[in-house]
């Protein structure tokens, strides 16, 4: 765990409890790059890894995870509807 302006972010695998892998991990980061979530970094040490990981809040790790486990698409900012476009 990590906290940046008591904002207390966590690792993929500090929230799971298990090595997420490349597949789950690259899907997190998409979402949140693609949700604008705020990232950091925190150097490990942990099952032969040695580097830094990213780290999410965990607001973001609940609506992510909450998503995927009742099988809803995590679309935290969903794109406009037509007719709700300003033009």
């Known amino acids: 765990m ?7 972010y966590h ?3 500090e929230y799971l409890g298990y090595a997420a892998g490349k597949e789950l ?3 997190v980061y998409a979402a949140s ?18 580097g830094n990981v990213f780290c999410y809040t965990k607001d973001f790790l609940d609506e992510y995870f909450y ?8 679309n ?9 476009l300003p033009f």
């Open 2 to 8: 990590k906290i940046e302006n008591e904002v207390e």
């Open 11 to 13: 690792s993929l695998y």
């Open 25 to 27: 991990g690259g899907k």
């Open 33 to 50: 790059k693609k949700t604008k979530q705020p990232i950091v970094q925190q150097y490990v040490e942990q099952g032969g890894y040695k």
């Open 67 to 74: 998503a995927i486990e009742n099988k809803k698409p995590f």
């Open 76 to 84: 935290k900012y969903p794109e406009p509807e037509e007719e709700d």
